[in-house]
């Protein structure tokens, strides 16, 4: 039987906290130098921190390699003391939650207005061609023969009854104003003669100028009007006329003294 040799003196070793550049830059010799040094560098070893941190852990802790943390700003050394170190499990499972969105579509713009239909000017030469035809159809009127002096028309029956009435007041005296047998002037005694036959002609000598039509002295007729300036009396034919003259003076028959005296035809 062969026993296991016992070394003199052995011993076990120790169980201690596993060993970190962390570790020494803290609590190993010169570690405020170092400190110091890493303050002043612009290196981060969050990285490194967090991958030694979050390394598994046996019951037989294996040395990680060595990091130089000498060159480490006091905010990188800040931050690899203080920063946790966050692990996530590799089954875990996230969701996002379904949000309903609904759409409105645009309006629809409106439509817009129709362009006024533009209308273009006729030019002058169209409408002067448009208007030669009608020029040549229509027909040209042909002038009117001049129309023959109308003959002197013969005495009515109203003009013959015009002289019978005003002989019959011959020798009424003359009244200015007077308009009846009891005395006349002018055209007071023209105006009660017509009114005999329904006729009715102005008071004043001036109105019965234009009472009727004008007609010379060819076309005279008795019981025509004769008129001049200031008078009025009755034509009788043959250039006589019975007419109230003057103050004094009565009623009666006698050749028409007017110098171009004008003839009206009333009845």
């Known amino acids: 039987m062969t026993s296991t040799p016992t070394v003199p003196g052995a011993r076990h070793r120790a169980a201690r906290r596993p060993s970190t550049p962390l570790t020494a830059l803290v609590s190993g010799p010169g570690a405020r130098r170092s400190l110091l040094t890493v303050a002043s560098s612009g290196l981060a070893l969050t990285m490194a921190a967090t991958t030694a941190a979050a390394a598994p852990q046996s019951s037989t802790t294996q040395a990680l390699p060595q ?9 990188a050394l800040s931050a690899l003391v203080t920063t946790p170190s966050v692990s996530v499990p590799a089954d875990v499972s996230w969701s996002v939650e379904a949000v309903a969105a609904e759409a409105t579509p ?3 713009p409106e439509p817009e207005p129709a362009p006024a239909p533009v209308v273009e000017r006729e ?3 169209s409408r002067d061609t448009a208007r030669a035809p009608l020029a040549e159809a229509a027909p040209v009127a042909a002038a009117a023969p001049e129309a023959a002096p109308a003959p002197a028309p013969a005495a009515s029956a109203s003009a013959s009854a015009i002289v019978n009435i005003a ?4 020798g009424v005296p003359y009244v200015s104003g007077g308009a009846t047998p009891a005395g006349f002037d002018c055209s007071g005694f023209t105006q009660y003669v017509f009114a005999q036959v329904g006729i009715s002609l102005p008071r004043t000598s001036s109105e019965q100028r234009y009472a009727g039509t004008q007609v010379s002295a060819a076309e005279a007729r008795p019981g025509d009007l004769v008129w001049g300036p200031g008078h009025v009396g009755i034509y009788t034919g043959n250039g006589q006329h019975i007419a109230a003259r003057s103050p004094g003076t009565a009623l009666y028959e006698s050749p028409i003294y007017i110098s171009n005296p004008i003839f009206i035809r009333v009845a």
Do not use: F, K, N
């Open 67 to 75: 990091v130089d943390v000498t060159s480490l700003t006091s905010e």
């Open 106 to 108: 645009a309006p629809e």
């Open 123 to 125: 030019s002058a030469t």
């Open 167 to 170: 002989r019959q007041y011959i």
